[in-house]
């Protein structure tokens, strides 16, 4: 009975890791959106619109209160950079701060961020995807709402150009090593993955700083397509 039941639970578990992650809709009725004018689709035209302009495309999935978003638009003038965000406060913040740096560079979206992925990007179109720190679901149940799976780390590196970079980064030890598995499965023999010693052009956020009192260790993965 053991072994069946190991054995089902690699089944489920296999099924899982190759599904869509589950879209937690009640996120994005925590905190109403201050803006009355924010409209979800003129979002999506205002970015379809940026691609046309030929530049190097950046893409944060899950940004948070916005500081890296805003720190490397800032630093990469010339580069559109894309984000996705599915809490309304974090919108909310991130409104605020472009308006604060008049920053034009920025093209944010609001909603189910592999959706919007697959819609809004052709495949070998993107620089670099950064997603840090993301929620780690910790228990077993809500796994299935981790942003990174089989499916998802296939869809990044397929967006991305050829030499693009996926840039990926926790402080959970279970998340950090189940990621770095996922992505060497995805380049099977042809890559070693392994932990970067440094931290890229990821600037230090709120999170991190709060991880770092904790004496939390910070995992980031950078790797080329």
Known sequence: MDLLRHLWKGIFSLIRNN????????????????????????LFSQ?????KQRRKIFLEVGFGDGKSVIDIANKNPRVSFFCIETYSKGVNLLTERIQDEKLNNIFM???DAIEIIEKL????????IYVFFPDTWPKR????R?????????????????????????????????????????????????????????????YEKKALIKKN???DLIISN
């Not at 970015?47 to 691609?51: F, H, V």
């Not at 023999?189 to 931290?199: I, P």
């Open 47 to 51: 970015a379809q619109e940026a691609l």
């Open 217 to 219: 260790i910070i995992y």
């Open 121 to 128: 990007f052709n495949n070998k179109t993107i620089d670099k």
């Open 141 to 144: 149940k809500h796994k299935k």
């Open 146 to 206: 981790r942003i990174i799976n089989t499916y998802t780390v296939n869809l990044f590196f397929m967006k991305l150009k050829k030499n693009g970079v996926f840039h990926f980064t926790t402080d959970n030890i279970n998340y950090a090593y189940e990621t770095r598995t996922l992505i060497s499965n995805y380049f099977s023999t042809k890559k070693k993955v392994s932990f970067s010693h440094n931290r890229g052009d990821r600037p230090i956020t709120k």
């Open 109 to 111: 979206l609001y909603g």
């Open 19 to 42: 599904l869509k992650p589950k879209f937690y809709s009640n996120h994005r009725t925590r905190n109403r959106i201050r803006n009355d004018s924010f409209n979800e689709k003129e």
